[in-house]
């Protein structure tokens, strides 16, 4: 089909037909696979996936490209802003179009993929995290710089705030590297592919403290904690252990987790 990519949805469309096999052969799609593309686009890696997929879903919010998939006959086609999909709905409306034989699947199924609109990329990834326990696993190209930043280990430069956020919530691997010729047309930064498998029992927390207790933490990433989230400590009246004469990003995910866990008890 004819199409101008629109700047505005991030189009930079997959033409590396070789990055492309990698992308594949990587997610590994199965016949009886719950798959969830996030922008289909052309098509550069729907129809290779439709090739060892039964049937799939796809979130598309270009309506000249929904019209287009809208035709195919494996595709349920969701015609929105993926911030605004409720992956929940996803699963039991996709579960119509498949072999009643795998309804007692256990429930972490969905395989969600997509080569990502990069200005949006992070909200994204935010809110898939609250279908987490829907997800069998992730695959997504992304911005190279903003994946170094979800799997970055403590006290490196691209630790911060997406690397606890993702990594209380997911195992997370950098498998491909893409160049920017890749892509048509090619995006003026360097990509790759992130692989995430959200773990089957992260630690239980209030997602939203523990969201403000680690942007606080990593608001001043040069100072000592003890002037960011020693104060805000303070203010709850937090009466445990936890040392604030560090930076940051010395501190591990865990530390983080384990603050925001005895918050929580010490609130309920
Ligand atoms: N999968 C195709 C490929 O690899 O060539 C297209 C990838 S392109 C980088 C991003 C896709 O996401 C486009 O199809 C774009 O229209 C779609 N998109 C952008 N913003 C979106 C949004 N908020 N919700 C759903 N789809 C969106």
Redesign the pocket.
């Known amino acids: 089909m004819r199409h101008i990519p629109?700047k505005r949805?991030?189009?930079?469309?997959?033409v590396d037909q070789n990055i492309i096999a990698q992308i594949v052969d990587g997610i590994s799609p199965k016949a009886l696979d719950h798959m969830v593309?996030?922008?289909?686009?052309?098509?550069?890696?729907?129809k290779p996936l439709l090739r060892h997929v039964d049937a799939m879903t796809v979130?598309?919010?270009?309506r000249d490209?929904v019209a287009h998939w809208k035709a195919h006959p494996q595709l349920q086609v969701i015609d929105?802003?993926?911030?605004k999909v409720d992956f929940s709905k996803i699963t039991r409306a996709q579960l119509a179009l498949k072999n009643t034989a795998i309804l007692d699947a256990e429930a972490a199924h969905l395989r969600i993929v997509?080569?990502?609109?990069?200005n949006?990329s992070t909200p994204i990834l935010f809110h898939l995290m609250s279908f987490a326990p829907l997800v069998m696993d992730q695959h997504f190209?992304l911005q190279k710089e903003v994946i170094d930043r979800m799997v970055a280990q403590p006290a490196t430069a691209d630790y911060g705030r997406l690397s606890v956020m993702l990594q209380w919530r997911y195992a997370m691997q950098n498998f491909l590297a893409v160049p920017p010729s890749s892509?048509d047309p090619p995006p003026r930064v360097q990509s790759a592919m992130v692989r995430m498998l959200p773990y089957a029992q992260p630690l239980p927390l209030n997602r939203q403290l523990f969201e403000e207790l680690v942007k606080v933490a990593f608001s001043q990433r040069r100072k000592l904690l003890r002037h960011t989230l020693g104060r805000w400590l303070e203010e709850r009246r937090f009466s445990g252990e936890f040392d604030v004469q560090r930076r940051a990003e010395e501190v591990p995910v865990a530390a983080f987790v384990a603050l925001a866990q005895s918050l929580t008890q010490e609130k309920s």
């Open positions: 629109r949805f991030g189009q930079h469309f997959l593309e996030i922008g289909p686009g052309l098509g550069a890696l729907t979130v598309e919010i270009d490209l929105a802003d993926v911030l997509g080569n990502l609109p990069y949006i190209m892509f």
